[in-house]
């Protein structure tokens, strides 16, 4: 009898091509999902090694991280973003690799769309050049960033060096009270145990909180991974994962599909497997969260205060604090509940998917985004947009006073012509608030979709629960 694996474990050692003792794994990749900025070295490099791209049908190019979102025009791109995608086109034309282009119907963020298109499965191994390809992870799938050097080496071979991290298991027990959601969870977690918390190890997501959380739900979970420090992030699959792909266009059909079912379902944590660290979360009594400095683990209840550097015993953490909130301009011990707020982004890969914008639009529908505040909503994909205008969300943002915008990375990054004016505060829905990740000077209050629509309708940070009553 085999000993008991982890879900890890399993895709893990299906993966395995080759390994020398000590020396790094030989690990195959099923899908290698790439765009704009960190391909076009990747591409050179191949070029100049004479290499060509071994498996362009497992490689699958979107356009995101610096397209224009006001309207579907490469003119609008400054001349670098418009050169990245001009590269984009051109090497994906040269290698045969399948482009979801600027006007692309079903062109997204590169992390809403694997899943959406149903690219996305359990038991692959997926990787990008981009940190939070963790996002994937949601459906039982091995996926990760990696570096641009590494982008080459996946085309070239369709492999990967690597050596395996352990693996932890996190387990939030309890239910989530009305207007708390995933987003609340992550930031918890990482508020809780640190942003290093996950170094050197893949996470395992369990527990009856993760168990009834919605595909969006579990993909934001997954997506903030990397802000815990971890190299992956996992769920289980199961019947939510298995509905939630049942008919999308490149998810296996027919007698394909019962094959994929039956090894899908063998792929969940054995009974008595172990991992090398487990943490628990208690999530009954946690309540919509905010981060108020410069990491995702600077996360307090939105009924919380500010802390006080005074009161922090590490002098290295009390430094950090001290930077932070000097950045960020806030007082030490000031609540954060009513802190004056100038924008509002809805969007990204974190929280850009249409049950997100569902979330939203219940707290704006027949509301007014306050004055002088600028509400930002951007679908995570055109597919999203699409289907957010046919279900009325749109016409919702539209009505409270929201800018409603074409789908991609947009205030997430800052590299597309979106961007925070310095010193304005933005509650934003995207995994980083890092020194001028939105623009330079920008002060970044990371938040659920629930929160950072109330926060736009009173023109402060705002408890969204009092918008949900009845
Ligand atoms: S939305 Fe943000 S985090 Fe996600 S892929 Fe785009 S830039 Fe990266």
Known sequence: MTAPRTLFDKVWDAHVV?????????????????????????????????????????????????????????????????????????????????????????????????????????????????????????????????????????????????????????TFTGRLQPGVTAKDMILALIARYGTGMGRGYVLEYAGEAVRSLDMAGRMTLANMSIEAGARAGMIAPDDTTFEY???????????????????????????????????????????????????????????????????TRDPAQRRLLEKALAYMGLRPGQPILGQKIDLVFIGSCTNGRLEDLRQAARV??????????????????????????????????????AEWRYAGCSLCIAMNGDRVPAGHYAVSTSNRNFEGRQGPGARTLLASPLTAAASAVEGRVADPRRYLAA
């Open 18 to 170: 080759h390994q020398e003792p000590g020396a790094p794994a030989i690990l195959y990749i099923d899908l290698h999902l790439i765009h704009e900025v960190t391909s076009p070295q990747a591409f050179a490099l191949l070029e100049r090694r004479g290499l060509t791209v071994r498996r362009p049908d497992r490689t699958v190019a979107t356009m995101d991280h610096s397209t224009p979102t006001v309207a579907l025009d490469l003119a609008l791109a400054d001349p670098q973003a418009r050169a990245q995608l001009q590269a984009l086109e051109r090497n994906t034309t040269r290698y045969g690799i399948r482009l979801y282009h600027l006007g692309h119907p079903e062109r997204g963020i590169v992390h809403v769309l694997g899943p959406e298109l149903g690219l996305t499965q359990p038991g692959k191994t997926i990787v990008c050049g981009d940190s939070h390809t963790s996002t994937h992870g949601a459906f039982g799938a091995l996926a990760f960033g990696i570096g641009t050097t590494q982008v080459a080496h996946v085309l070239a071979t369709q492999t990967l060096l690597m050596r395996k991290p352990k693996a932890m298991r996190v």
């Open 245 to 311: 792909l049942a008919g999308r266009e490149f998810a296996p059909q027919g007698p394909a599909w019962e094959r994929a079912l039956a090894y899908w379902r063998s792929l969940p944590t054995d009974e008595g497997a172990t991992f090398d660290r487990e943490v628990t979360l208690d999530v009954r009594d946690l309540e919509p969260m905010i981060t108020y400095g410069t990491t995702p683990g600077m996360a307090i209840p939105v009924t919380g205060r500010v802390p006080t550097p005074a009161e």
């Open 364 to 401: 704006l529908r027949g509301r007014r985004v306050a004055p002088g505040v600028r509400l930002v909503v951007v679908p995570g994909s055109e597919t999203v947009r699409r289907q957010a205008e046919a279900e009325g969300l749109a016409q919702v943002f539209r009505e409270a006073g």
